[in-house]
């Protein structure tokens, strides 16, 4: 058990290494302002030249650490790359899952990048500037497929506060129960890792995480895992600033500018993540 406990860490860990060739997304030619855009960065980003950016890792392929121990990811790649463009530095820093949003409105962090969703509800903490796409998917072993639609009483793990935790679980437990039926179990884990590590040792029926996150695991899982469905309830990621902030507007023309100018689709391509590109950047789009 211990060395399947560990074969999902090592074989992310093995695929970032042919990944992490780096992307140079030069912004020289892109049409940016820089100098503009710069000056309406908050003054103590300017100060510091640094942008301190609220992450949390293992979360492959958008943050997680490769087998040299260097963060690296979806999320990564696009962050430097604004900070490339800006002629700021990308401070990022650890921390819990949950505690993401309160460092920003705390000051504690200037953004966070970490897969989040744009959603009304993160809306009224934060603002929230949209640069991919994705949806909730499920994965489940290969040997025992399950039925995301049919999910009665299974036990299905997700990370603690993420959108499949707080919300799409708990409905389809209630529509079970509602009707009669076994609830879902949900099962919480601190991280995807530890809930993808139950899931192949059956110490759940399936796992409920974003849909980069589920196709990454199963690429990487050696036939073990299989996608259970298709992506559902896709909405916008998004990088989350503090409420009113300049930052949100410099960052919106920044990616806006990375994705008309194809930067963003290679930062993808290199992740397999082609398929959530988004055409337009906004700040509060979400509409749920």
């Not at 490769?66 to 900070?83: C, M």
Request: net charge negative.
């Amino acid at each position: 058990m211990r060395q399947q406990r560990h074969r999902w860490a090592a074989l992310a860990a093995a695929a970032a290494l042919v990944l992490a060739a780096v992307t140079g997304c030069s912004s020289d030619d892109s049409g940016v302002d820089r100098e503009a855009l710069r000056d309406e960065l908050p003054q103590q980003i300017l100060d510091s030249g640094k942008l301190s950016v609220g992450t949390n890792a293992p979360f492959a392929p958008m943050e997680f650490r490769d087998a040299r121990d260097h963060l690296v990811g979806f999320d990564i790649d696009v962050v430097n790359a604004i900070g490339e463009t800006l002629g700021v530095t990308a401070d990022f820093l650890q921390s819990p899952f949950p505690a993401l949003l309160p460092g920003v409105v705390g000051g504690e962090f200037d953004v966070a990048a970490r897969g989040l969703f744009d959603t009304k509800q993160r809306q009224e903490q934060v603002d929230m500037v949209t640069y991919y796409s994705a949806g909730t998917q499920w994965a489940a072993r290969s040997a025992d497929p399950v039925d995301p639609n049919n999910a009665c009483g299974l036990k299905v793990g997700a990370e603690v506060d993420t959108v499949q935790f707080t919300t799409e679980l708990p409905a389809k437990s209630a529509a079970c129960t509602d009707a009669g039926q076994e609830a879902v179990t949900v099962v919480p884990y601190d991280n995807v890792d530890l809930a993808i590590e139950a899931l192949l040792e059956s110490g759940v029926d399936a796992v409920s995480a974003d849909s980069p996150v589920v196709l990454y695991a199963v690429k990487n899982s050696d036939g073990e895992l299989a996608a259970a469905g298709d992506p559902f309830d896709t909405q916008p990621y998004a990088l989350a600033v503090a409420k009113g902030s300049s930052l949100g507007p410099v960052l919106q023309k920044v990616i806006q500018q990375m994705i008309d100018d194809g930067d963003m689709q290679e930062i993808a391509e290199k992740w397999g993540l082609q398929p959530g590109l988004i055409e337009t950047s906004t700040v509060n789009g979400a509409t749920s």
